[in-house]
T-cell receptor, first 114, second 109 residues
Framework: NAGVMQNPRHLVRRRGQEARLRCSPMKGHSHVYWYRQLPEEGLKFMVYLQKENIIDESGMPKERFSAEFPKEGPSILRIQQVVRGDSAAYFC????????????FGNGTRLTVT | GIQVEQSPPDLILQEGANSTLRCNFSDSVNNLQWFHQNPWGQLINLFYIPSGTKQNGRLSATTVATERYSLLYISSSQTTDSGVYFCAAAGGGADGLTFGKGTHLIIQP
């Protein structure tokens, strides 16, 4: 059964490389959210997607970051040309098709940029 | 956007004690949730509670939307309750949740 599945759990990248983080929502969920958590801080909203649509990307940095949720397959958060400041835990959450419902989180991907 | 403030930032209690965690928000909300982040970093949804009162075992929550606050009650604390408790709120149906900075709870045996 599955809950929200994120992979990889840990990702190490050198400065300038690309990072790809994957998220498969819970079965029956069509809304996906990405959040970033810096050490000792709360979660910051990044982007909200439905299948093939970006609904709200107001929290995404203007450069280097992109997200998609294709018709088939997981949602992908892509960070190009990573810098040390991108090191953080990235959490994905999903919810059912109706907007006002509990959010269920994956276990996160911990990105370290060396 | 909505501002979410939580208090206290840190709380240390002995096993068996009760506690109340507070969440204030700056605007009307139609979505308010409480989460527990355990020491391994996992985020567990505790309550979806835009208004009213809910209970789940030793935990309960109350949101008074008209006064813009929510409270999380933990009774008979156990060491496994340790971690960070986050409140998160949103004012619109399609809005991403805004998280508070959390209350870091330590339950000592």
């Amino acid at each position: 059964n599955a809950g929200v599945m994120q992979n990889p759990r840990h990702l190490v990248r050198r400065r300038g490389q690309e990072a790809r983080l994957r998220c498969s929502p819970m079965k029956g969920h069509s809304h996906v959210y990405w959040y970033r958590q810096l050490p000792e801080e709360g979660l910051k909203f990044m982007v909200y997607l439905q299948k093939e649509n970006i609904i709200d990307e107001s929290g995404m940095p203007k450069e280097r970051f992109s997200a998609e949720f294709p018709k088939e397959g997981p949602s992908i958060l892509r960070i190009q040309q990573v810098v040390r400041g991108d090191s953080a835990a990235y959490f994905c959450a999903s919810s059912p098709p109706w907007a006002l419902s509990p959010l269920h989180f994956g276990n996160g991907t911990r990105l370290t940029v060396t | 956007g909505i501002q979410v403030e939580q208090s206290p930032p840190d709380l240390i209690l002995q096993e068996g004690a009760n506690s109340t965690l507070r969440c204030n928000f700056s605007d009307s909300v139609n979505n308010l949730q409480w989460f527990h982040q355990n020491p391994w970093g996992q985020l567990i949804n505790l309550f979806y509670i835009p208004s009213g009162t809910k209970q789940n075992g030793r935990l309960s929550a109350t949101t008074v939307a008209t006064e813009r606050y929510s409270l999380l009650y933990i009774s008979s604390s156990q060491t496994t309750d340790s971690g960070v408790y986050f409140c998160a709120a949103a004012g619109g149906g399609a809005d991403g949740l805004t998280f508070g900075k959390g209350t870091h709870l330590i339950i000592q045996p």
